[in-house]
């Protein structure tokens, strides 16, 4: 981040007239060498295979936040982050997390691993034919992969694990998507391996079995995850957490010990404080299937005491993002990608799961230390109302 005169950050202009937004596109160019421009609408002829019966646009309010210092195996630098919401006090609130992130080092993130699946079921009116049913499987692996790879350019199966209960079989056809959330290639991929399971034994199937737990949260997606497996962490120090997030770390940590416990007792899946908000404003920025924070809004949220204050980590196993198809297509969602440097190179997928892991935990950590703080209510007063 550039530095001005007096030696200050050169941070995100504040304020609500239309003169403050002009200020923020032009910090935005000035800081970050990127013009932000109005896009006119995508015609109509652009939107087949995004909606049906189009009539118009919705427009939502966007906001800039940041920037995010990331240090990851695919993002490695500062990441001004779009958002989309109508919920007043997000988009101060996560800027909030990646400033005082940004006086100690920034983020540390890694991705774990990439995996999407489809969960075909197959029924037997006698348990015996299960076993051969199997049987041929595992002996045909290679001929079901094959099919299913002829599907796909871009994808790769990994793998396709077998599970059995009831009379039913199901296989679970996992695939790496490549810079796609691949859902649409998955399923393709799939229909045509199990078409051709059923050419060659006769047994019929189902596409769907519900184990892949398509926008469901679930636990299979917790442990397995259904996209992008990502973890971020970093470091706040007493001072930063004192100056910017209004918290002691010793009073933090002797009072947090009663979140993990309630999330159990209420049965919540994961234990984050409001991860669906992050994700669902950075997936309308870029062009995402938003009905995939049913599943991608479980994750695993710690604070950890260090010498010289917290270390907050974030564990998101199911991101199911992409940088191509869909919504990507859209204008002004690519131009966000562009902003992001998540529009080319070969693992773009990768980095934005990346950027938007570090950005989440951000929100996390703003969040955590206004309820610690007792300031979350006056926050909402502040910037929820008009």
């Known amino acids: 981040m550039h530095e001005n005169n007096n030696g200050k950050r050169n941070s995100i202009p504040r304020g609500f007239t239309s003169e403050d937004s002009k200020k923020r596109v032009e910090w935005l160019e000035n800081e970050h060498g990127f013009k932000l421009q109005d896009l006119p609408e995508n015609d109509s002829e652009d939107l087949k295979g995004i909606i049906e019966n189009h009539v118009g646009y919705m427009k939502l309010p966007m906001a800039i936040v940041g920037p995010a210092i990331v240090e990851g195996k695919y993002a490695k630098g500062q990441f001004p982050i779009p958002i989309c919401t109508i919920e007043g006090s997000l988009a101060a609130s996560m800027n909030r997390g990646l400033y005082a992130s940004s006086f100690c080092g920034g983020f540390k993130v890694r991705h774990f691993r990439q995996e999407l699946s489809r969960s075909p079921i197959f029924i037997f009116d006698d348990l015996r034919k299960i076993d051969d049913f199997q049987v041929w499987v595992n002996k045909n692996m290679d001929e079901i992969i094959k099919a299913a790879q002829s599907t796909t350019k871009y994808g790769k199966i990994l793998r396709i694990d077998q599970h059995t209960i009831q009379n039913y079989v199901l296989l679970d056809f996992i695939l790496d998507t490549g810079n796609a959330a691949g859902q649409n290639m998955v399923t393709l991929a799939t229909n045509v391996a199990c078409d051709y399971i059923r050419q060659q034994t006769g047994q019929d199937f189902f596409l769907d079995s519900n184990l892949a737990s398509d926008k469901k949260a679930s636990s299979r997606n917790m442990i397995l995850g259904r996209g992008h497996g990502v973890i971020a962490e970093t470091h706040t120090s007493k001072s930063v957490m004192a100056r910017v997030l209004n918290v002691d770390p010793d009073f933090l940590i002797k009072n947090w010990t009663y979140f993990p416990i309630v999330s159990a007792m209420a049965g919540t899946l994961g234990n984050g404080l409001h991860i669906s908000n992050a994700l669902t404003a950075i997936y309308l920025a870029t062009g995402q299937d938003t009905a995939c924070v049913a599943e991608n809004s479980v994750g695993h949220f710690t ?33 966000n990608l562009q902003l992001l440097k998540c529009d080319t190179s070969e693992h773009s997928s990768r980095k934005l799961a990346e950027i938007i892991a570090a950005a989440t935990l951000g929100l996390e950590i703003s969040l955590g230390s206004a309820i610690m703080s007792h300031t979350w209510t006056s926050a909402h007063m502040k910037y929820g109302r008009k």
């Open 303 to 335: 604070v950890e005491k260090v010498d010289d204050g917290v270390t907050w980590r974030l564990t998101l196993p199911s991101l199911t993002v992409g940088t191509v198809g869909g919504g990507t297509r859209l204008s002004q969602q690519q131009q």
